[in-house]
């Protein structure tokens, strides 16, 4: 249970700040005795680290602050875009999730910004984030099979 709570502290800590221990973080998990404990950890750690990045999602979403006309206008254009292109927008959604191209926590603003919806955000974001996690996580096991 500790190493549950211990992951999602991490996860919500690597979520909010913009630097990138989320991997050093999911490496470390491959340390954890045991493959069942192994994988709820991972799994904590990544909804902590999808609620640390919802923050940057919800920072997006106060794009009406922004007054300036040429990135007002930009703003508005990549609204329209997301809008009638909605499955593109949940494919970049999850490839920045999983492969971090373009930067996750860049995909998360621009998320906010065009109001893609929260519950679709949270489920590409948790989806691609897991299977990258767990990607990592598998790493030193995969290297001592060599």
């Not at 913009?18 to 005795?33: M, S």
């Amino acid at each position: 249970m500790t190493e549950a709570v211990a992951g999602f502290i991490a996860g919500v800590t690597s979520g909010l700040l913009p630097i990138a221990f989320a991997e050093a973080t999911a490496l470390a998990a491959a340390a954890v005795p045991g493959v069942s404990l192994r994988a709820i950890v991972l799994v904590v750690f990544t909804i902590g680290h999808v609620a640390g990045k919802s923050a940057w999602y919800f920072l997006g979403t106060q794009e009406a602050r922004i007054t300036h006309p040429g990135l007002r206008r930009r703003l508005d254009q990549a609204r329209l875009v997301v809008k009638s292109h909605p499955a593109a927008s949940i494919s970049v959604l999850l490839a920045s999730a999983t492969i971090s191209t373009p930067p996750f926590q860049l995909t998360a603003i621009a998320a906010g910004i065009v109001r893609a919806p929260l519950g679709t955000f949270v489920i590409t974001a948790f989806i691609g984030r897991l299977v990258r996690f767990s990607a990592i996580a598998a790493v030193p096991s995969l290297i001592g099979r060599l």
